[in-house]
């Protein structure tokens, strides 16, 4: 009995294992740039002096694929409201998703990334 828990924590133990590494980043109109590493919850980011309001979702996964929504509205109404998808897994190991955003109402310009990077590794 303990020769098999033996032999099943070592199959186990090297094992591979995945991971989504996601990175928010904030190009803001002063040419401050703010970068947020998140986990898999959702995170709403903080959009300095404009209507715009931005988010990533949750994470999900489809197959090996892990999947994450970047959602953005303008002001409390939620005028001109949209979403963009950045992916990343096995037999891709990078993606990103770029939106450029201007703000009329107080003649703002600004850009927000979502980054997936896929890594693997032998231990958690």
Not at 83 to 108: H, M, P, Q, T
Request: with cysteine; proline share 1%; charged share 25%.
């Amino acid at each position: 009995m303990k020769f098999i828990f033996f032999i099943s924590f070592f199959i186990f133990s090297s094992s591979l294992f995945a991971k989504a590494n996601w990175e928010l980043r904030i190009h803001q109109a002063n040419f401050d740039v703010q970068a947020v590493d998140i986990n898999n919850q959702e995170y709403k980011a903080y959009l300095d002096k404009t209507s715009w309001r931005c988010w990533a979702e949750k994470t999900t996964q489809s197959g090996n694929l892990f999947i994450r929504a970047l959602h953005c509205n303008y002001s409390v109404e939620a005028l001109g409201s949209f979403k963009s998808y950045a992916s990343c897994g096995v037999g891709k190991i990078f993606d990103e998703v770029s939106v450029e955003l201007k703000d009329e109402r107080k003649n703002l310009d600004l850009k927000v990334i979502l980054t997936c990077r896929y890594s693997e590794s032998e231990n958690p």
